[in-house]
């Protein structure tokens, strides 16, 4: 059985997700400038086609929730390894992520230990991958529930991506020796694909 408090971390990740969402959303509708777009004309103006301040808003509202989200995202994982220390059980797991045991976060706890399977080269601006928070050269060390010993584990992020569309993602990454974890969001933007970014294999 999970435990009442860890129920509720739960909960609080769900409903912080949703907001994240929706702050995405206003952001990058028609005509927006999107999670990172510039908000000044040629000639270093505020954009007369844009109500600057809502936007700025909105935006340092997202930074702000995109930091809880990653120290809540700890919490829940250190939470799920007590767990899991304790025998295999299964647990509420947010929406577009795998209800199995063997997702990342119940394995966070050694986090450390786990190698990447693949690396961002490149992410675009207004991106769901840039709303998410990945960067440049981050490691990927699980997506969903494809981690570096899942069989063609590469290839497996496509399938995920694909059941996934419109939900959210468990993705947990490495940055300069620190670890991550991330929700991201596969869905169609202005841009090509469904995630705005574009990974490597490990070598």
């Excluded at 929406?95 to 997702?103: C, F, I, K, Q, V």
């Excluded at 601006?125 to 010993?149: C, K, M, T, W, Y």
Aim: glycine fraction near 10%; include cysteine; hydrophobic fraction near 40%.
């Amino acid at each position: 059985m999970v435990p009442e408090g860890l129920q509720q971390l739960i909960k609080d990740r769900d409903a912080m997700e949703s907001e994240m969402e929706a702050l995405t959303a206003y952001l990058t509708a028609p005509g927006m400038p999107g999670v990172r777009g510039n908000l000044l004309d040629a000639e270093g103006f505020p954009r007369a086609d844009l109500d600057i301040v809502p936007i700025r808003q909105a935006r340092h509202k997202l930074a702000c929730l995109q930091t809880d989200h990653a120290e809540l995202m700890k919490k829940i994982e250190a939470g799920l390894h007590d767990l899991h220390a304790q025998g295999a059980v299964r647990v509420p797991r947010g929406p577009g992520s795998s209800s199995s045991s063997s997702g990342p976060s119940s394995r966070a706890n050694g986090v450390g230990h786990r190698p990447a399977f693949a690396v961002v080269d490149e992410v675009s601006a207004g991106s769901p991958s840039e709303a998410a928070g990945l960067q440049i050269n981050d490691r990927i060390v699980a997506f969903g529930d494809v981690d570096a010993s899942t069989p063609d584990g590469f290839k497996s992020i496509a399938r995920v991506v694909q059941e996934n569309v419109g939900r959210n993602v468990n993705v947990v990454v490495r940055r300069e020796a620190r670890e991550m974890a991330l929700s991201l969001r596969p869905q169609t933007w202005s841009g090509r694909g469904l995630l705005g970014c574009h990974l490597q294999p490990m070598k």
